[in-house]
């Protein structure tokens, strides 16, 4: 799990430090937070299995992220979830021990929800190997 930890550490410090996401007011959680406004990003749910080829290995990641906004609509929750794309895609692929041997999005898609927000979320299939 540390490389799954190590990779969302990564992530974070990515969506926390992008410029554009900060213009916005976004703010990233670490889960689904209990009364926070939008906009802002939730992590979760991850998962890590192991992952590997004759003589080495590592662990193959699926995460999603969600984004919620208030009444924007889907076009806006479309274009955040595409400031999130960029930005999780751009993640520095060394660092802590862990090397991100590939990441790219699984898929994506953008609601309304029972409370009249919009909801984006965000999958993405990473695989990571130890740095040595």
Same mark, same amino acid.
């Given at each position: 799990?540390? =490389?799954s930890?190590?990779?969302? #550490?990564?992530?974070?410090? &990515?969506?926390?430090?992008?410029p554009? !996401?900060?213009?916005?007011?976004?703010?990233?959680?670490?889960?689904?937070?209990?009364?926070?406004?939008?906009?802002?990003?939730?992590?979760?749910?991850?998962?890590?299995?192991?992952?590997?080829?004759?003589?080495?290995?590592?662990?193959?990641? #699926?995460?999603? /992220?969600?984004?919620? !906004?208030?009444?924007?609509?889907? &076009?806006?929750?479309?274009?955040?979830?595409?400031?999130?794309?960029?930005?999780?895609?751009?993640?520095p692929?060394s660092? =802590?021990?862990c090397?991100?041997v590939? /990441? #790219?999005?699984?898929?994506?898609?953008?609601?309304?929800?029972?409370?009249?927000?919009?909801?984006?979320?965000?999958?993405? !299939?990473? #695989?990571?190997?130890?740095?040595?």
């Amino acid at each position: 799990m540390l =490389d799954s930890l190590a990779l969302q #550490r990564r992530i974070v410090a &990515a969506l926390e430090a992008d410029p554009t !996401l900060i213009a916005r007011g976004v703010r990233v959680y670490d889960g689904p937070p209990v009364d926070a406004d939008p906009p802002y990003l939730s992590l979760g749910p991850d998962s890590s299995l192991p992952w590997g080829w004759k003589g080495a290995g590592g662990h193959e990641h #699926r995460l999603a /992220i969600s984004a919620w !906004l208030g009444r924007e609509g889907l &076009a806006a929750g479309k274009a955040l979830m595409a400031e999130v794309e960029r930005v999780v895609l751009s993640v520095p692929r060394s660092g =802590d021990d862990c090397r991100i041997v590939s /990441i #790219r999005l699984l898929r994506a898609a953008v609601r309304r929800n029972p409370k009249s927000w919009t909801e984006g979320r965000i999958e993405f !299939l990473a #695989r990571t190997v130890k740095e040595i």
